[in-house]
């Protein structure tokens, strides 16, 4: 019996030190797991379904097609032949007139009954019919749209307020984080699914002021112009594209980021219209090869190639052959950002410019213009008129054989005169020494440098004669410089840098 306490002792010793090993390796097995995903996204996605709405347009055409026309976004990208719509057409026969069905997504921003969807899904629509999550359905009008970032703001005129998300900040977003997807995939209806954020800043060709959230949220036809939410319920883009072979997600989706979409919207709203900043400045980005050429650490900033007259730069604030590297207190890393920046300032801002000229840094102060207003004559290209009252045409050999120097850089020169302006139709405002002849495989003619065109500057440094090329190019290798930097001007005054190698 006296042993009988130590039995029961032993007992209890052998429970605890098994269960001491049991949340031993139970804890162990917890820290091996995978991390859980996220808790359920239904009360989160209960409040903003009504917010959804799908779109449906109708629009007649003429076509020998059997599907609807279907815009090209992004145009030019790398990856055009994966990209997709996420538009879905149903035709009639063809060859005579026809309606186009068309099916989209969007949400309301705002109780009154606007709503944001993408441009491209109701481009062109001679009807916009907006379905709603409880059945109902009302026309839209559209207030405004804008191809630049693909985005529309439409209006409908509801009995009583109307559900609205709002935007949230979609610089806040970390790689990695939780995003929802509400649209009508395929027309089926509202869905919802859930991914993560993949990366931002995303490029992919599709306009000017491409800074793309990338998620791997399920988005598919149909999904275009519907909102990508952040775990706070608010709007932090708007799904535009996909990468696929297929049309079907593959994990790959793109939504313009609520920072760039928040200006845009509100001047739709307000005039129907966009009204960017303009800098009146043509710009190229800057390559190793001319960091190097100017004696650059690193390759950051937008090269400016040429002022737009009647633009912003009345007084030579700004000059061809400056490098801006900071705008309105905001870095330059590369032209995008350039872009993107005055794109989004106020018109008539007066702004501070900082730029890199003649290896110093300096501020210019710029009042901005509208970009608008500027386009038509950033576009301008102006009339090759010769001398004799008539007119340069593309591939019009010289009229006459020219004096030329010797080859420099796998280039021959000669003095820009009447008789040079006349054989190439250069145009009397261009100032420089002329290239007569390019020498195939030469380090010109790898930069695409053609006869016809004139060297303005070289090494930041004006040429006028054929011996002060010479003179600069040996002055430059003398400083240890692998390339020259070359301001050249095509027959109408032009302007473009270009790096040419001097080894």
């Known amino acids: ?26 804890a162990q097995t917890a820290t091996s797991r995978p991390p859980a995903g996220p808790p359920s996204v239904a009360d989160l996605a209960e409040g903003l379904l009504d917010a959804v709405v799908n779109i449906s347009i109708s629009q007649n055409v003429k076509s020998d097609d059997d599907n ?45 009954g606007y709503i944001v969807t993408n441009n491209h899904v109701i481009q062109d629509a001679d009807d916009i019919e907006i379905n709603f999550s409880d059945g109902s359905k009302l026309k839209a009008k559209l207030v405004g749209m804008d191809t630049k970032t693909d985005l529309a703001l439409l209006k409908v005129e509801p009995k009583k307020p109307l559900k609205a998300v709002s935007f949230g900040d979609s610089r806040k977003i970390r790689i990695g984080d939780w995003v929802m997807v509400v649209g009508n995939p395929f027309g089926l209806g509202v869905s919802v699914s859930v991914g993560v954020v993949s990366a931002r800043g ?16 399920a988005i598919n036809r149909g999904n275009s112009g519907g909102p990508l939410f952040n775990m706070q319920g608010e709007v932090v883009g708007i799904n535009t594209a996909i990468l696929s072979q297929t049309g079907m997600s593959v994990g790959i989706g793109f939504a313009v980021p609520a920072e760039l979409a ?36 690193l390759p950051r900033g937008a090269l400016v190639s040429g002022i737009i007259e009647g633009g912003p730069i009345t007084k030579g ?33 007066a702004v501070d410019v900082v730029i890199i000229r003649d290896g110093k840094e300096q501020t210019v102060r710029v009042t901005l213009g509208r970009l608008e207003d500027g386009e038509q004559l950033a576009n301008a290209k102006p009339g090759e008129v010769l001398p004799n009252g008539g007119e340069a045409k593309p591939g019009e050999p010289p009229a006459a054989q020219l ?24 145009a009397e405002s261009v100032k420089g020494v002329v290239i007569t002849e390019v020498q195939p495989n030469s380090p010109a003619a790898e930069r695409r440098v053609e006869p016809g065109e004139v060297i303005v500057e070289l090494g930041q440094e004006a040429m006028e004669t054929p011996e002060d090329v010479t003179s600069r190019v040996t002055e430059l290798k003398a400083d240890g410089r692998r390339n020259a930097l070359l301001m050249i001007a095509n027959k109408s005054g032009e302007l473009r840098f270009v790096t040419v190698r001097m080894e």
């Open 68 to 112: 609807a026309p279907m815009p090209q976004v992004p145009e030019g990208s790398p990856h055009q032949e994966f990209f997709d719509e996420f538009f879905r057409g149903q035709g009639g026969e063809g060859g005579r007139p026809r309606t186009v069905n068309s099916l989209g997504s969007g949400f309301i921003i705002d109780p009154a």
């Open 262 to 297: 928040v200006n845009v919207v509100n001047q739709l709203k307000e005039f129907g219209e966009t009204r960017r900043g303009w800098l009146g400045v043509r710009i190229q980005p800057v390559t190793d090869d001319i960091a190097e050429s100017l004696k650059m650490e």
């Open 317 to 349: 604030e700004i000059k061809p052959g400056d490098i801006i590297i900071r705008f309105d207190g905001t870095d330059i890393a590369e032209i995008r950002d350039l872009m993107r920046t005055v794109g989004e300032s106020p018109v008539g801002k």
């Open 202 to 217: 995303r490029n992919i060709n599709a306009g000017p002021y491409d800074s793309f959230i990338q998620t791997d949220a």
């Open 1 to 26: 019996m006296s042993k009988r306490p130590e039995f029961f002792r032993g007992l209890v010793l052998a429970a605890a030190t098994a269960l001491i090993f049991t949340n031993a390796t139970l």
């Open 403 to 426: 004096p030329a120097s010797d080859t420099v850089l796998g280039m021959k020169l000669a003095e820009l005169d009447a008789d040079s302006r006349q054989s190439f139709g250069i």
